[in-house]
């Protein structure tokens, strides 16, 4: 089944320790790129976040923005600087027999002078983080494919459409290439009449000049690979795996032929017929920068 490379996925997870939000946004591509926005706390699982990614975006660039929140009662250790507090109280005593003041008997004070007691965050546990950080991962990874093949399958629908247009398109041209040559010969044999109003005209030299004219003007090759082409992109269109590059060098091989089609039909209704056909191939290729 075909996917777009656009779509968005959002999910959360939680437990005593940790909480997690995910969300992840997709957008076109020609290769995959996995991008984590995160708290620094969660670098060491941005390798693990971006090989589950891939097994299930194959081609685009992708952002997973992360928001983690620690839900522990206990977040911060305290440390007492015993050799600190130890000169405080040194240096106390000392101003208060210089002062002839009554020293502190409580350790309060000394406990609020700068350095004497200080927090510090505790660590996070990774075994704690990652079940949740990668069970919200699935659950946004889930959500953004679901979404991308939603796309997928709206493609599917107007690729089918386009190319059954250009089918019939194709069918035309074919059809109309008798008439280009039979209106060549028509024109060629008033112009040989013109020229030789009294002379009989040569039937053989006319039946020659038109199969020339006929030879340079053939576009049957190009229109058998334009109806191999589309029938290649159908099939393409049911693949379950990532097709978008194959379906853009074929798109790139449907505007070849359709320019050369033009180049050598020579003549007004074709050359338009041409036109129309490559206003269609320039529709699909619009379409398909979007397929993974």
Request: charged residues 30%.
């Amino acid at each position: 089944m075909l996917k777009s490379m656009t779509g968005f996925g959002s999910a959360a997870a939680e437990n005593d320790a940790a909480a997690i939000q995910i969300e992840i946004r997709s957008v076109n591509q020609r290769f995959l790129e996995v991008q984590v926005h995160s708290d620094p706390v969660l670098a060491g699982f941005e390798m693990k976040l971006r090989r589950l990614t891939a097994k299930y975006i194959a081609r685009g660039k992708v952002d997973l923005y992360i928001h983690y929140t620690d839900r522990r009662e206990n977040r911060a250790a305290v440390r007492v600087n015993e050799g600190l507090a130890a000169a405080y109280h040194e240096a106390v005593i000392k101003l208060s027999d210089k002062l002839r003041l009554a020293r502190p008997d409580d350790v309060m004070p000394i406990a609020t002078y700068p350095g004497v007691i200080e927090t510090e965050p505790l660590p996070p546990d990774p075994a704690i983080i990652e079940p949740v950080l990668m069970q919200a991962a699935e659950e946004a990874l889930t959500g953004i494919d679901a979404m991308r093949r939603q796309e997928g399958e709206n493609l599917v629908a107007d690729f089918t459409k386009r190319l059954t247009l250009l089918e019939e398109q194709t069918k035309q041209a074919e059809v109309m290439a008798p008439a280009i040559v039979a209106r060549r010969r028509e024109r060629l044999q008033a112009e040989m009449e013109k020229v030789l109003a009294d002379t009989a005209i040569d039937e053989n030299r006319l039946i020659q000049e038109t199969a020339i004219y006929a030879d340079k003007v053939n576009y049957t090759e190009e229109t058998v690979r334009l109806t191999s082409h589309c029938s290649q992109f159908r099939q393409l269109l049911t693949s379950t795996e990532p097709v978008g590059r194959k379906l853009d060098f074929l798109i790139q091989e449907m505007n070849r032929e359709a320019n050369t089609l033009a180049s050598k039909a020579n003549d007004a209704s074709a050359a338009q017929l041409a036109v129309d056909m490559k206003s269609e191939i320039e529709k699909l290729r619009e379409q398909v920068q979007n397929i993974e």
